[in-house]
Each structure stands twice: as C-alpha cells, then as structure tokens.
C-alpha cells in the first residue's frame, strides 16, 4: 500500500501543452511538498501546503499553479511547458510543518519536454 | 536559502569512511538526513534535533552544531549499498545541495 504515490510516472509531451501531476498520501499527514530535481540532482523546493493552505511558496513561474482539494491531495498544474521545466518531479509529505517529521516521498514524475 | 554541501562528490572504496558536511547561512533549528538512491525517491535516515545531539543508523551517524549552523554525516566501513545522493535538510523541509556518494567494490 503505497503512502505517497504520483501519477503519472513519465510524462512527455511537447512545448507549449499544459499538463497536470497528481499526487495522493494515505499516511493522514496534513503537510505536502512539491519538489522539483534537475539533472544536477538539487532537489529545489517549489510549494508547500499546510492543511490546503499555502505555506511556501519559492520562486517559481506562475506558470506552476498547485491545488490541494483536501489534506491527502496535492496536485500540480503547469501551463505552456518550456524545454527548462524536463525534470523529476517528487511529492512529498509529512505530519505537521516547522515539527521535525520525516517527510514521505513519492516515487517521482519524470517530465520531458520537447 | 538552501544549506550548502560539501563535498559535492565522493568515491570510496568498500570499507573507508567518508564525512558529508552541511551548512547554513540561516538559523538551523533541526537537521534531517535522507538518501535517494539511483531513479528513486529520497528516504529518511535520521533527524538531529538540538546541538550536539549525535545519532547513528547502522554505520551511519550524523553529528550537529547548532551554533555554527552545521552538520556533519558520517559513513564508515562503507558498503556498496551506500551509493546514493545524500540531502541534509532544514525543519522547513528545504534541502541541502547533495552530495553524490559512490562506493566501488
């Protein structure tokens, strides 16, 4: 029984297109993460959200817009795909935020743009 | 800000040890550990709460200095199964730079 999963796992599609990556914890967390990883492996935060709200959000174009329907989803929507956006996308989890819990990890999207 | 890593790689040789530190321009309330092992997702190792604290995990153990905004893991008598990135990350769940760990047999 996975406890953070992520669909798709790979996902190519063509410059300009909007696509979506779903991602759904059962752990009962009530803090998830999305994190993007590039081919030099620096695993960058881009949001977090505490209880569907916004908590953190880094300096990422407002070309990726997050949407959290309830505490177990966390869904990012990204708009006209760019060649830069091909990266693993991993969504993260934990109980609670600034209280020192694992975080869970998915298994990671892998976006190539073309 | 993310804490910086250093080294940003290493190769060992089965049974030496290596030392991956990580540091902090901001206050660090907390350090977490995770290793992400080739295509997978990163997992957990362990979490350092207040300075000084050290920890261990099998032959991995980490150390923390609060006042210098550092923390240090350590791997000894390395196993080929220690390859992987590793992250240290903030309570904020802001990670580290990596650092690259390959063991050879």
């Known amino acids: 029984d996975t406890a953070v999963s992520q669909t798709p796992k790979y996902l190519v599609t063509q410059m300009g297109n909007d696509k979506s990556i779903k991602c759904e914890q059962n752990l009962g967390h009530d803090t998830m993460y999305w994190y993007k990883q590039d081919s030099k492996k620096f695993l960058k935060i881009m949001f977090s959200y505490n209880n569907k709200e916004l908590i953190i959000n880094e300096t990422v174009p407002n070309r990726f817009s997050p949407k959290s329907p309830d505490k177990a989803h966390l869904n990012l929507h990204i708009n006209s795909l760019e060649l830069g956006d091909s990266a693993v996308y991993f969504c993260?989890?934990?109980?609670?935020?600034?209280?020192?819990?694992?975080?869970?990890f998915g298994q990671g999207t892998r976006l190539t743009v073309v | 800000q993310q804490p910086v890593q250093s080294p940003q790689a290493v190769i060992l040789r089965e049974g030496e040890d290596a030392v991956i530190n990580c540091s902090s321009s901001?206050?660090?309330?907390?350090v977490h550990w995770y290793r992400q092992k080739h295509g997978e997702a990163p997992v957990f190792l362990m979490i350092?709460?207040?300075?000084?604290e050290q920890k261990g995990h099998e032959k991995i153990s980490a150390s923390f200095n609060e006042k210098k905004q550092q923390s240090s893991l350590y791997l000894t008598a390395s196993q080929l199964s220690y390859s992987g990135t590793y992250f240290c990350g903030t309570i904020k769940y802001i990670f580290g730079t990596g650092t690259r760990l390959k063991v050879l047999a």
């Open positions: 350092l709460l207040k300075g000084g």
């Open positions: 901001k206050a660090l309330y907390s």
């Open positions: 993260a989890s934990s109980q609670g935020f600034f209280r020192n819990t694992e975080a869970f």
